[in-house]
């Protein structure tokens, strides 16, 4: 039987595994259409190709897949790659990307894709399943650059994983087997039902053979998205794309767009005002002015002309990393005491405006699972934190070092570190501010070298067991913290096989309360949108996951 042609509209499931809710053949959005305007004569056809976005962004980590790991990063790299499906937040949905369809098998330990057919690299070259393989065995080779791959463990699940990235006795993933230049299969150690979520992540995405030139391919990839890099990652300046032509998928309106590298948030906001930006962070203190001056977008995701500012809430969390192999903050109590010590609404209402909301634990609204409550840490009390600090053998702060309180440069970061220094310095903790570029920032704390930090966890999927694994699994890239606990880790690793639905949060929650009980890191609060457009930008799409849809957008003449 012949297949229907799939687009990034329509999306054909095969059978899905138990608990995992898939959309069938569905319509997902509207077909684009020139958009009509009532004028003296009657309706007026308005173009909406063409123009440059002018995006602020910082300095991303990487754009290259093979070490895709934060927003800034992945915020172009969405644009430059396609992964095997995409998630649709607007929706709820899983939605085709490179993949047009795909199978499960009845135990979830075998996903089937189906790629769709005439799709292109940048360079010309046809996407295939080896392109996929290739990809994903660069991510997990720990030999392929140094520093290696910090989210390689977003494969962990896939058979041979462990031998190929952990043990280097194999040079490929076993589990990963090309069946034709149109079928990508993967078979996983153990059944894992929400596999499917997660390769949607932009850093699952294929790679050409030109991957093989390292060094220039991490300047400047060479993918199958909407956009292709123009030139070459202009570290500290910009990087630009342009719309790719040949596109499998709805092409976009825009002709590219010109991510704009500031480091400060408000020399970025005055480059706005100046009209040489058309999306922005809004400083500490300029939210109320930028509703009064721009508008409010009705939903807090889109931006249209006159509804310009963007306050909807993200699937993130804002904490405070500590070294738990430091000697004095492995103490559990001491941790307790910071975290009870931080006055979290304090600095929800005094650097953000009562936009963003305190943070009671690390798991955010908005992922399946979520519970209100649920670290008792979490709250601030500064009688209790008191308390904690005797019991950890440091009354008032007797016997402790100055502590560095490190963070990067740009957002809000200072002032809120600066809150922190003051809450802490209350209870007897005394700290001195570090502040570094973002990616030396993120060495800094991979290489253990720093007391306690902040960072921020935006959704890379939207299940519990995103938050959990990266962040809390022994020896992952993204546990920073370096908590290392065996009864969580087996837990997490029998969560992910079980098939049914509620079950398999049920015991991500129970994995949630094993991680609060020790207090690894200090939750700060839960992040919205702090964000404006210029007035020519319309239909922008800036979702709770922080990607940004550019393929809908179109600016005004």
């Not at 005491?337 to 650097?351: D, G, K, L, T």
Request: glycine letters at 8%; aromatic letters at 12%; proline letters at 5%.
């Amino acid at each position: 039987m012949e297949k229907a042609k799939m687009t990034r509209r329509t999306f054909v499931t095969g059978a899905a595994v138990a608990g995992v809710s898939l959309a069938g053949a569905s319509l997902l959005a509207a077909c684009k259409e020139d958009k009509k305007e009532e004028g003296g004569g009657g309706e007026v056809e308005v173009d909406k190709t063409g123009g440059t976005f002018k995006y602020y962004i910082n300095e991303p980590a990487y754009i290259d897949p093979y070490n895709m790991q934060e927003s800034e990063g992945i915020q172009v790299g969405s644009q430059i790659f396609d992964s095997l499906l995409d998630y649709d937040y607007r929706t709820e949905q899983l939605i085709p990307a490179a993949a047009a369809s795909y199978d499960i098998n009845e135990d979830a330990t075998v996903f089937t894709f189906h790629l769709q057919p005439g799709a292109k690299f940048h360079n010309g070259d046809p996407v295939t399943a080896a392109d996929f393989k290739r990809a994903w065995e660069r991510l997990c080779n720990p030999n392929i650059a140094d520093p290696p791959s910090e989210i390689s463990y977003h494969l962990a699940q896939v058979l041979g994983y462990e031998e190929m990235n952990e043990l280097e006795t194999a040079t490929e993933l076993e589990g990963v087997v090309v069946i034709d230049e149109l079928t990508l299969e993967v078979t996983l150690s153990d059944p894992y039902a929400d596999f499917v979520y997660v390769v949607t992540h932009p850093a699952l995405g294929p790679v050409p053979a030109a991957a093989e030139d390292f060094e220039a391919f991490t300047e400047a990839p060479i993918g199958n998205g909407p956009f292709m890099i123009d030139g070459k990652w202009e570290h500290d300046q910009y990087i630009r794309v342009l719309r790719f032509d040949d596109y499998y998928g709805d092409k976009p309106f825009i002709d590219g767009v010109d991510f704009n590298i500031i480091e400060e948030v408000e020399v970025a906001f005055n480059e706005f005002l100046a009209d040489n930006l058309d999306f922005t962070m809004i400083p500490p203190g300029r939210i109320e002015d930028c509703i009064a001056d721009y508008g409010s977008s009705k939903d807090g995701f889109v931006a249209n002309p006159g509804e310009q500012t963007l306050l909807g809430p993200e699937i993130s969390t804002y904490y405070i990393v500590i070294n738990n192999e430091n000697e004095y903050l492995s103490n559990i109590k001491l941790r307790e005491a910071i975290s009870y010590a931080i006055n979290r609404q304090a600095i929800c209402e005094i650097v953000f405006q009562g936009v963003r909301v305190p943070a009671d634990g690390i798991i955010p609204p908005g992922i399946a699972g979520y519970r209100t409550g649920v670290w008792k840490t979490s709250l601030y009390d500064e009688e209790k934190a008191i308390e904690a600090l005797a019991e950890a053998g440091f009354p008032e702060g007797e016997g402790l070092p100055v502590f560095k309180l490190s963070y990067n440069t740009g957002g809000a970061h200072q002032s809120i570190m600066e809150l922190i220094q003051s809450d802490l310095k209350k209870i007897g903790i005394e700290t001195e501010l570090d502040s570094m570029e973002w990616a030396t920032y993120l060495d800094t704390l991979s290489a253990g070298n720093y007391h306690m930090g902040r960072l921020g966890w935006i959704v890379d999927y939207p299940i519990m067991e995103n938050f959990l694994f990266p962040l809390f699994y022994t020896g992952n890239g993204d546990n920073r913290s370096f908590y290392s606990n065996i009864e969580a880790d087996e837990a997490i690793l029998a969560a992910r096989g079980i098939t049914d639905n509620a079950e398999r949060i049920a015991a991500y929650q129970a994995v949630d309360d094993i991680i609060q009980s020790t207090t690894p890191v200090a939750p700060v609060m839960f992040y919205r949108h702090s964000r404006v457009t210029s007035v020519r930008v319309n239909n922008f799409y800036f979702g709770p996951s922080m990607i940004p849809d550019l393929v809908n957008t179109w600016l005004t003449k």
